[in-house]
């Protein structure tokens, strides 16, 4: 059992800052790659950004490269998204991620399907 937790979300104004945080409980996720998808109205679920097992390997979407950080406090069993240079097309519903059989893996994994813990998800509007 396990469950991921997502906070930080918010309506800000272009160019302005958000940081996201997932905090997982019941388990550690200490082992996993952990990710951040987002999901805009009518539109799928789309990769933004991974980290794996250790915090030393890290991949982006193209659209977030440069402007979003991904990151992690094993000691916390917590990972963070920093948003910068926010744009209104990264309005959307962001959802924290883990890949639980991901053992100490610093693979790419970039489709929903590789990961199997989801959390609720946290809203973030960009207004223009």
């Known amino acids: 059992q396990g469950s991921l937790v997502e906070s930080g979300g918010g309506l800000v104004q272009s160019g302005d800052s958000l940081r996201l945080s997932c905090a997982a409980s019941?388990?550690?996720?200490?082992?996993?790659?952990m990710g951040w998808f987002r999901q805009a109205p009518g539109k799928e679920r789309e990769f933004v950004a991974q980290?794996?097992?250790?915090?030393?390997?890290?991949y982006y979407a193209d659209s977030v490269k440069g402007r979003f950080t991904i990151s992690r406090d094993n000691a916390k069993n917590t990972v963070y998204l920093q948003m910068n240079s926010l744009k209104p097309e990264d309005t959307a519903v962001y959802y924290c991620?883990?890949?639980?059989?991901?053992?100490?893996?610093?693979?790419?994994?970039?489709?929903?399907?590789?990961?199997?813990?989801w959390g609720q998800g946290t809203q973030v509007t960009v207004s223009s």
């Open positions: 991620s883990a890949n639980s059989l991901s053992y100490y893996s610093s693979a790419y994994y970039s489709r929903s399907d590789d990961y199997d813990y």
């Open positions: 980290i794996n097992y250790s915090g030393g390997r890290t």
């Open positions: 019941g388990r550690t996720f200490s082992r996993s790659a």
